[in-house]
């Protein structure tokens, strides 16, 4: 087991380069990387982050994921 294991929201849209409004954003939409809630903290498993990841790899423009 890694270390830290859960992320913080800064960590996690630094990693994917994008911001924790987007991240807030994608969790209410319900097509980012699944969450923990801990009172009023969100928290993210680096394993659903790059399961995320990896769920939306596509190779050309006009694929749909249909996650994000």
Known sequence: MPEKALATAEEVAAYL?????????????GIGPKFVK???????RWEDVYAWTEANLVQRTDERTGVA
Do not use: I, Q
């Open 38 to 44: 801990h009172g009023r903290r969100v928290l993210y």
């Open 17 to 29: 380069r994008t911001t924790k409004t987007k991240l807030a954003n994608d969790r209410y939409r």
